[in-house]
């Protein structure tokens, strides 16, 4: 095997003086009358368990004499362990966005205790035309070029 999951060969019509190939390998399927049923449990145990036991396996699987199930059930593994490192990542994420978000609530909390609304009233007039909507309480709406804007004090 010239790399882990990966092998230098040359195909048949061809012979040792031709260039060879990387070829990628895996398990070659068995083809049975009868369903394939899921890996059983104590498999699966075996392929994500300790590392000293998971050697184990690999061994067991290279005396075989099938590249594939070893090369594959190596694969498994290291999927695995990618896919953990990226659930780490999401929860870290996760972590940073319910932070921030907090934030944000908070900020809004403290502008709404400081009265900043009615401080700021006069620049209501900025908001733009679609963003200006019917509330029980809004200032009036006036008719403009075919759509309506809130008529606040100040703005002309």
Partial sequence: ??????????TKEQGPESDLYLVPIHAAPVFLSEPIDPIPQWLHQLLI???AIFHMLVN??????????????????????????????????QAKVD???LAKLLCKG???????PKQ??????????FMCHK??????QVAIQGGWKCQAQGCA
Avoid at 1 to 10: F, I, N, P, Q, T
Avoid at 120 to 129: D, F, G, R, S, T
Wanted: net charge negative; charged share 20%; hydrophobic share 45%.
């Fill in 60 to 93: 067991a699987a290279k005396k075989l004499d099938d590249w594939g199930i070893a090369t594959n059930i190596t694969h498994y593994q290291e999927y695995n362990d990618k896919l953990a490192n990226i659930n780490v990542c999401i929860e870290q994420l």
């Fill in 135 to 140: 509330r029980s309480g809004d200032l009036p």
């Fill in 99 to 101: 932070l921030v978000h």
């Fill in 1 to 10: 095997m010239a790399d882990e999951g990966m092998v230098l060969a040359y």
């Fill in 49 to 51: 368990g300790q590392l």
């Fill in 110 to 116: 403290q502008l709404k205790a400081a009265w900043a």
């Fill in 120 to 129: 700021l009233a006069h620049m209501e007039c900025l908001v733009p035309v």
